[in-house]
């Protein structure tokens, strides 16, 4: 049987590569991100939501901001539509958001069901999108994601630049036909995407061993012909450096890679879920290897940044999201009748109807 | 001049569209290299490329979800459905993800689903589904179902220049029977538009698809036997429904004829009903009947077939009735 190039390979790791290592601005802008999520989901988690003020689910990453930081930091952006990258984030990136430009003020509208949210109040929580910061909404169906991310990869494809697909699941997303279709899709085609697992050994309640009989989510790529590998999700510098190689062998037209970091999700699946069903223990040992204390240590001992220093952005950090949490609060709902408009094409430029057809009066 | 098929209509449609608009590429499985289960994409992959037209993978979710990816970043893409009766497979993504994007956050998603749909050939439970009403019950999408050459093509064109996803259902049982002179310039069949395919005062027949062809000898034998004058409508848009069109023939004749191919209960019968009994109750001089498949799925065995697909004398048997009230 005549083989076709590229159909039959083994998978491989992406080992024998260089990891790219970043700079001391890159990693005190990372360590900023890494708390600037942290802070505003607990804004989210333990105080709005338990305010009342935001209704419906939260969904939060608590312990899981490496992976979306390392990673959403080589998305690149700013440079026009045949340039910039796009990213399909799960629902616990929220990190992506903010790296991509969305103010922390339109989130917490977005979630306060506000009509200045991404959303206009159309959907709740992590559910949003904005081409203009060249993010795909998220939805709830575990792995739609994939194939959508294919298809933005196959456009770059078709038209010949070198921009990148970010793909962002987690492991239980690997369970459903839509996940697999999409990475066989994207296999087969050498698409320029990266497939960025956040295993947090949990969905729902549910754990990996319940979830899947392969040890490592990783190991999947095989079955597809593509490199696959796995990483501690908790350590900020193995995300960037594999994320890195990734998007390197993306853009030189090498197709798609397969990268999971373990990780732990420090919270219930949800706001109103305690996770009992979680040995203590667990919470305990993952608690230990939280990604921000360990950068931060890291960075201590290097000398980078001192306490102090540290202290000020974290005050900088809370000033801001008063004045953001202030900003949402006074937003209004959006008007009853809103609920009719853009399910079509109204017309005028942008696609009218829809949030992303507004004027820029309300963004 | 020569006479163009239903099935070559659609090609030629979708052809000038990848010629006048870069943007517009077609993916499904065998569209390239075999040019189509059908045919439809023929001498396709020559001329446009492999960038063009995308053999996929057997993998309906993965064929729309990409679709929807290339539309989000401004292509136009026309996913095929290599039968219709495979787009359950895709149900989520056309459902959850393409018909309601632009209504969550704005981002319109301008592609087109096709595929060969409808029974007529012993295609058996698998290739002969009507799978309309699947989608018809989702806002966000549009539906349209051509019965004509001309229709064929001027509503693929209307479909690939839309602003939002539409599902494109051609039957299957049309692609070579039917067929007529196309005008040489380019022209659109508005989605959203019925036609008036027959005039008439005493009783109006609502079709869409290979149906109207059932009905048009319906209402020639109503015409000449009983002196019975049928105006037909062909609805060509099942979403949006041209309520105008509807609400005109029951006005016009009150007696009104529902007649489609796909199954009874929750069929697209039963909502054009309740719109007229909603709407011009006054004027209607007997109730709005249905001819319809039963609910059953499509038998294989011609004898079954035959029995499950409504047919001329079942539409006959139905207005003679309705026109007695």
Known sequence: MPRVEGTTLPASRLEDEDMPAPDDALLLRMLHSMKLTRALEYRIERKLYRQGKIVGGVYVGRGQEAISVGAAVHIRRGEGEDRDDIVSPSHRDMAVFLMQGVPPERILAQYMGRSTGLTRGRDGNMHMGDLRHRIVAFISHLGDSIPVAAGCALTFAMRGTDQVSFCFFGEGATSRGDWHEGLNFAAVRRLPVVFICNNNQYAYSTHVSRQMRVGRVSDRAVGYGIPGETADGNDLLAVYGRVGRAVGRARRGEGPSLLEFVTFRMTGHSAHDDAGYVPKAEFEAWGRKDPIERLQSALLRRGLVDRPALAEMEARIESELDEAVAWAERQPYPEPEECLEGVYDEGGPGAGGGPQGESEAWR | ?325
Request: hydrophobic fraction near 45%; charged fraction near 25%.
């Open chain 2, 1 to 325: 001049m020569a006479l163009t098929t239903y099935v070559e209509a659609i090609r030629q449609g979708i052809w000038e569209e990848m010629e006048s608009d870069q943007r517009v590429f077609i993916l499904g499985e065998d569209v390239g290299i075999y040019g189509g289960a059908f045919k439809v994409t023929e001498g396709m992959l020559e001329k446009f490329g492999e960038t063009r037209v995308i053999d996929t993978p057997i993998s309906e979710s993965a064929i729309v979800g990409a679709a929807i990816g290339a539309a989000l970043l401004g292509m136009r893409p026309i996913a095929e459905m290599q039968f219709i009766d495979f787009i359950s497979c895709a149900f989520d993504q056309i459902t959850n993800f393409a018909a309601k994007n632009r209504y969550r956050w704005g981002a319109g998603v301008p592609m087109v689903i096709r595929g060969p749909s409808g029974g007529g050939v012993h295609g058996g439970p698998y290739h002969s589904q009507n799978p309309e009403m699947y989608f018809v019950h989702t806002p966000g999408l549009k539906v349209v179902a051509p019965a004509t050459a001309y229709d064929a093509k001027g509503l693929i064109k209307a479909a690939i220049r839309d602003e939002d996803p539409v599902i494109y259902l051609e039957h299957k049982y049309l692609y070579r029977r039917i067929k007529e002179e196309l005008p040489k310039e380019d022209y659109v069949v508005p989605i959203g538009v019925a036609a008036v395919r027959r005039e008439g005062r005493d009783l109006a027949i609502l079709t869409y698809g290979a149906m109207l062809y059932q009905a048009l000898e319906a209402a020639d034998v109503l015409a000449r036997e009983e002196g019975v004058e049928t105006e037909v409508v062909d609805l060509r848009s099942l979403l949006p429904l041209d309520k105008d069109a509807i609400l005109n023939a029951a006005k016009k004749t009150g007696k009104v004829l529902v007649v489609h191919e796909d199954t009874r209960t929750g069929g697209i019968a039963g909502e054009i009903a309740a719109i007229i009994n909603e709407e011009v109750f006054e004027y209607l001089d007997g109730p709005v009947l249905r001819v319809t498949a039963p609910d059953t799925p499509v038998p294989y065995s011609p004898p079954l077939e035959e029995f499950f697909l409504p047919n001329k004398d079942k539409i006959l048997k139905a207005a003679r009735q309705l026109a007695a009230y």
